[in-house]
């Protein structure tokens, strides 16, 4: 199994921009694809967008797509999630995954999960 912590959290106003991490140890992050999920008060967790094991595919939930770019950096182990013109509504939890097959729009395709980073986006 791969261990996932996030960083990077934080509180931003909106329009601000935040860089999340997530760093993998246990075992190399090269061999799944991963994603970023989160989950609002009151809401389930949802899809953001999610990489390929190679880091040239990736895919964006339409919520947030022009305002984030997802990477990873293989040699490093390091997932990266680049937030731009952040909303109110981006406030949430947002997770880390990997150990990934099937869907990746589909949280239950990811068998290793993070602890989760508080983003809250707020004036």
């Known amino acids: 199994q791969v261990q996932l912590v996030e960083s990077g959290g934080g509180l931003v106003q909106p329009g601000g921009s935040l860089r999340l991490s997530c760093a993998a140890s246990g075992r190399t992050l090269s061999n799944s694809a991963m994603g970023w999920f989160r989950q609002a008060p009151g809401k389930e967790r949802e899809f953001v967008t999610a990489v390929s094991r190679s880091g040239l595919n990736t895919w964006y939930a339409d919520s947030v797509k022009g305002r984030t770019t997802i990477s990873r950096d293989n040699a490093k182990n390091m997932g990266y999630l680049q937030m731009n013109s952040l909303k109110p509504e981006d406030t949430a939890v947002y997770y880390c995954?990997?150990?990934?097959?099937?869907?990746?729009?589909?949280?239950?395709?990811?068998?290793?999960w993070g602890q989760g980073t508080q983003v809250t986006v707020s004036s």
């Open positions: 995954a990997a150990c990934a097959s099937g869907n990746l729009y589909d949280e239950s395709s990811y068998d290793c």
